[in-house]
């Protein structure tokens, strides 16, 4: 068995592609900058001369819907999501992570692989990896969880779903900690590291002194 608490451990993050074309964030970002600008140089106008004063409004009003729709596009990209041995996380301000032990289901649905499961915090996720701007990602999810958690992949996976070599960046993992953990057999805390072990496969950690012949993922402890 590896010892997940002394091999190096790496993720990967993947950066959701537009699917908008390219640069057409930052174009509608700087017209929209560019018009708002416009409106409040005529705002401050409109006493010496009326007529560019009128124009205020509109000028301001374009701007405003310019900008709107260029936090739409930023937003239909999806968070930033990472993927390794210490489960899916989604970047949305804070991390939130899902254990692959906490991940209940895998599922496509609408054109999105669907994540489910409980946060690291115990909190309830529904998050959408999207099969077009996040593909990447979804492949790399699917690919794993073949290997860790099989179970929880559900229905049928789009053909061609396949995570590829080198995809992502590498980013570097804080070390599985099992102190202050509870054991997934007897639900008691874990006070030190020495006294507990954790599956290689989904990271559920055990009592040394309690821990089965195997995971409830099915890996050999
Ligand atoms: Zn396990």
Redesign the pocket.
């Known amino acids: 068995m590896i010892d997940a608490r002394t091999a190096v451990r790496t993720e990967r993050r993947y950066e959701p592609s537009s699917s908008a074309p390219p640069g057409l964030f930052l174009l509608v970002l700087n017209a929209g900058a560019l018009a708002a600008g416009a409106g409040a140089v005529t705002f401050f106008l409109r006493e010496k001369s009326p007529e560019i004063g009128a124009l205020a409004a509109p000028i301001l009003g374009s701007g405003a819907a310019l900008l709107a729709m260029a936090a739409a596009l930023s937003a239909v990209r999806g968070a930033r999501v990472r993927v390794g041995p210490a489960g899916i996380a989604f970047e949305k301000g804070d991390l939130v992570r899902v254990p692959w ?1 906490a991940v209940e289901s895998l599922r496509v649905e609408g054109g999105a692989l669907v994540v489910r499961g409980t946060s690291s915090f115990g909190a309830p996720v529904s998050e959408a990896c999207n099969l077009h701007t996040h593909r990447e990602a979804a492949a790399a999810i699917v690919a794993e969880a073949r290997e860790r958690v099989p179970a929880v992949l559900l229905g049928e996976l789009p053909s061609g779903l396949e995570a590829r070599a080198g995809a992502g960046e590498v980013v570097a993992l804080e070390p599985l900690q099992i102190a202050g953990r509870r054991c997934a057999a007897t639900g008691k805390p874990i006070a030190f590291e020495a006294d507990g072990v954790a ?1 290689a ?2 990271e ?1 950690v055990y009592l040394a002194a309690a821990r089965p012949a195997a ?3 099915g ?1 050999d402890l």
Do not use: S
Request: net charge positive; charged share 20%; hydrophobic share 20%.
């Open positions: 032990y599956c496969r989904c559920r995971c409830a993922c890996a």
